[in-house]
């Protein structure tokens, strides 16, 4: 099975919501993190254009217009269809001259896979920090792993400030189809819709449903059959081998070892985990090697954070737009609904609304 586009896991890092820029100081960091934060958000809103401008701009590529087009007419069956935000986020353009828009930071303990958390006025508890700078971030990840942190960098390609700037479709985000442009802008206007401070699952999980529905949607209106994103594949399944590979290093960490033994044990899961995969990939994949360069690098448990993040709660959101009939104004009502909840009690409805599913 191929895709057009990079690989299925620029979506586990593309749509994490970083800290929003110079209106956030305060909380839990240096002037200088947040001065490079307001920076670099300067920078982006600088560079915005209106899509129209940039479309109708005869020194722009035949590429770049068709492909502007068609995020808008997505962008508009958004909000008269999916009844998501009508604002002029990804009605702007801008061009960023860079492969990423920020680099996301995540750490945990050696022996641990609890996330170092950052905490922001507005975004919440978060479970990485993000810089508008490659070396800035791997700076900051070069002193946690002097501090004996285990540390991941990845890049991401586009986020959402929430509404509270008109966030542009970028340059970083071309690289793809037009169906996943479509399908992020989904996601993104997702997040403005609805967002609960410090429970990224539910946040990722909830934007994750809307992008899917959305796009089985978007593709029915043009007259389309299922795309393959939204077939089981590959990606279910290599993300189950490191879901699995997680609760067993969970298993070890809490478990009666020594330190020196459960480092042991670490490395030895870390090479399951690889086995794992080669099996798969030769035996099931017919040798398809699309992850390799993620498997084979250096592995920590910061690595394995942000997987689960985006689909733990699918089914109870799927549970629940089928229990409002489709209606996207209500399914939205239940959620905001869901988000008053105390924490374990959200916890248990959405449980159980898994299982209904």
């Given amino acids: 099975m191929k895709r057009s586009g990079p690989g299925p896991l620029d979506r586990v890092f593309s749509a994490l919501v970083p800290v929003l820029g110079a209106f956030l100081l305060g909380g839990c960091s240096t002037l200088g993190y947040y001065g490079q934060l307001a920076e670099g958000q300067w920078q982006l809103l600088h560079a915005r254009q209106p899509v129209q401008q940039v479309i109708d701009d005869p020194a722009s590529s035949a590429q770049l217009r068709a492909r502007l087009q068609h995020a808008e007419q997505a962008r508009v069956f958004a909000s008269e269809h999916l009844k998501l935000p009508d604002n002029r986020s990804y009605r702007v353009y801008a061009d960023l001259g860079r492969p990423y828009v920020v680099w996301n930071v995540f750490a945990t303990p050696e022996l641990s896979l609890q996330p170092v958390t950052h905490c922001f006025p507005v975004a919440g508890c978060v479970a990485y920090r993000g810089y508008y700078q490659k070396g800035a971030a791997r700076g900051a990840a070069a002193l946690m792993r002097e501090d004996g942190m285990d540390v991941y960098v990845g890049g991401v390609e586009a986020y959402s400030t929430l509404g509270w700037f008109d966030d542009p479709i970028l340059s970083t985000m071309l690289g793809w189809g037009d169906e996943r442009l479509a399908t992020l802008i989904f996601h993104e206007l997702a997040h403005q819709r609805f967002y609960l401070q410090d429970d990224t699952a539910f946040n990722e999980s909830f934007a994750t449903f809307v992008e899917q529905e959305g796009t089985r949607q978007w593709r029915a209106a043009r007259g389309l059959a299922a795309s393959e994103s939204q077939l089981p594949g590959q990606q279910d399944q290599f993300i189950g081998l490191v879901l699995a590979s997680r609760d067993r290093l969970q298993a070890i960490y809490s478990g009666p070892l020594d330190d020196a033994h459960k480092r ?85 409805a959405l449980m159980r609304l898994v299982g209904r599913q």
């Fill in 264 to 348: 042991a044990a670490k490395r030895a899961e870390f090479e399951r985990l690889r086995r794992e995969y080669r099996q798969v990939r030769d035996e099931q994949w017919a040798g398809d090697k699309r992850y390799d360069a993620w498997m084979y690098g250096p592995m920590s448990n910061a690595k394995l954070l942000p997987f689960g993040l985006y689909d733990q709660w699918v089914p109870a959101f799927a549970a629940l737009f089928g229990e409002v009939g489709g209606d996207w104004a209500r399914f939205y009502q239940r959620v905001e609904a869901l988000g008053r909840l105390p924490a374990e009690e959200r916890k248990a």
